[in-house]
C-alpha cells in the first residue's frame, strides 16, 4: 500500500509559478512510476505528467509541455510538479497517483493509488 499526500497548490496570476509536492509513504514508491493528473470543474480527470521510477524517462502532455517539470527525489520518497507560464487554463485539482508497472502510461484506469489533491487556481 502507499500513501501519497499533495501540497503546494493555491492561488497565482496568469505568468505566475507554483511548485506542487507529491510526498509518498507506506510500501516504497521508488519503482513505481508516479504521475500527476489534474481536474476542473465539470471535466474529466486528465494526464499531466509522469516520471519512471529511476526518474530517467518522463512524459507530459502537450498542454503543458515547456511549461511543466516533473521531477522525483527517491530519497526523500517525493515527487515534484514545477510550473511555470501557468494560464487560466490550468485552473484545476491537481492528484498524484502512482503506477506500480513502472512504464510511461496516461489513462487514469493505470494508475493504482491516488493522492487527495491539491486545487490550482490561476487568475487572469
Known amino acids: 500500500q502507499v500513501q501519497l499526500v499533495e501540497s503546494g497548490g493555491g492561488l497565482v496570476q496568469a505568468g505566475g509559478s507554483l511548485r506542487l509536492s507529491c510526498a509518498a509513504s507506506g510500501r516504497t514508491a521508488s519503482g513505481y512510476t508516479m504521475g500527476w493528473f489534474r481536474q476542473a470543474p465539470g471535466k474529466e480527470r486528465e494526464f499531466v505528467a509522469a516520471?519512471?521510477?529511476?526518474?530517467?524517462?518522463?512524459r507530459y502532455a502537450e498542454s503543458v509541455r515547456g511549461r511543466f517539470t516533473i521531477a522525483r527525489d527517491n530519497a526523500k520518497s517525493a515527487v515534484y510538479l514545477q510550473m511555470n507560464s501557468l494560464e487560466p487554463e490550468d485552473t484545476a485539482v491537481y492528484y498524484c497517483?502512482?503506477?506500480?508497472?513502472?512504464?510511461?502510461?496516461?489513462?487514469?484506469?493505470?494508475?493504482?493509488?491516488w493522492g487527495q489533491g491539491t486545487q490550482v487556481t490561476v487568475s487572469s
Open positions: 516520471v519512471t521510477g529511476s526518474g530517467t524517462i518522463t
Open positions: 497517483a502512482a503506477d506500480n508497472t513502472n512504464t510511461i502510461r496516461a489513462q487514469v484506469s493505470a494508475y493504482d493509488y
